[in-house]
T-cell receptor, first 111, second 114 residues
Framework: DQQVKQNSPSLSVQEGRISILNCDYT??????FLWYKKYPAEGPTFLIS?????DKNEDGRFTVFLNKSAKHLSLHIVPSQPGDSAVYFC??????????FGTGTSLTVIP | ETGVTQTPRHLVMGMTNKKSLKCEQH?????MYWYKQSAKKPLELMFV???????ENNSVPSRFSPECPNSSHLFLHLHTLQPEDSALYLC?????????????FGQGTRLTVV
């Protein structure tokens, strides 16, 4: 049973516009959520995170929103740039637990 | 450079071979992980080590054998693999298991079993 789900396998966005990547989770014990970015043939790199006591965390062009009641989080990238084209993984964790990852969303930013 | 180094980057092995993947971290982290990434599947956790003790084994076949000799090194010993074991194998480390901490990944080893 997959505890973290990314239902959109791919997303295409025009350069300069907003990219919104979505993630849903099922385990109410999760208290820390992360987004990773992955280029082909490389390992995932940490992008941004949010703890369950917050509903928003911003870092430059990247903002993560957390809706605990809906068990949903999203990553907003604005403005989107061609270099943002990659696969984005959502992950969640709880104290003493492993990291649970979604299947990823492949983002293509069109110049 | 994430501080987690994996070698080799690419490996081709026959089904009767024995090989080992190596992972090294100098971040002072207490937890290390092996993940498998196959096409169109989520990252699959294979093993978790915390303070050099194995704390999780996610029903991984015995043809995969992990070893954690110290907190900075993690190995994955491979023997009699199958073609379906071909995948990207990722090592990661984190300060502790779970909680308010990020996992840092290595570049991965692209394994092809022929």
């Amino acid at each position: 049973d997959q505890q973290v789900k990314q239902n959109s396998p791919s997303l295409s966005v025009q350069e300069g516009r907003i990219s919104i990547l979505n993630c849903d989770y099922t385990n109410s014990m999760f208290d820390y959520f992360l987004w990773y970015k992955k280029y082909p043939a490389e390992g995932p790199t940490f992008l941004i995170s949010i703890s369950s006591i917050k509903d928003k965390n911003e870092d430059g062009r990247f903002t993560v929103f957390l809706n605990k009641s809906a068990k949903h989080l999203s990553l907003h990238i604005v403005p989107s740039q061609p270099g943002d084209s990659a696969v984005y993984f959502c992950a969640a964790t709880a104290p003493g637990n492993q990291f649970y990852f979604g299947t990823g969303t492949s983002l293509t930013v069109i110049p | 450079e994430t501080g987690v180094t994996q070698t080799p980057r690419h490996l081709v092995m026959g089904m009767t071979n024995k090989k080992s993947l190596k992972c090294e971290q100098h971040l002072g982290h207490n937890a290390m992980y092996w993940y498998k990434q196959s096409a169109k599947k989520p990252l699959e956790l294979m093993f978790v080590y915390s303070l050099e003790e194995r704390v999780e084994n996610n029903s991984v076949p015995s043809r995969f054998s992990p070893e954690c000799p110290n907190s900075s090194h993690l190995f994955l010993h491979l023997h009699t693999l199958q073609p379906e074991d071909s995948a990207l194998y990722l090592c990661a480390s984190s300060q502790d298991t779970g909680g308010l901490t990020e996992a840092f990944f290595g570049q991965g080893t692209r394994l092809t079993v022929v």
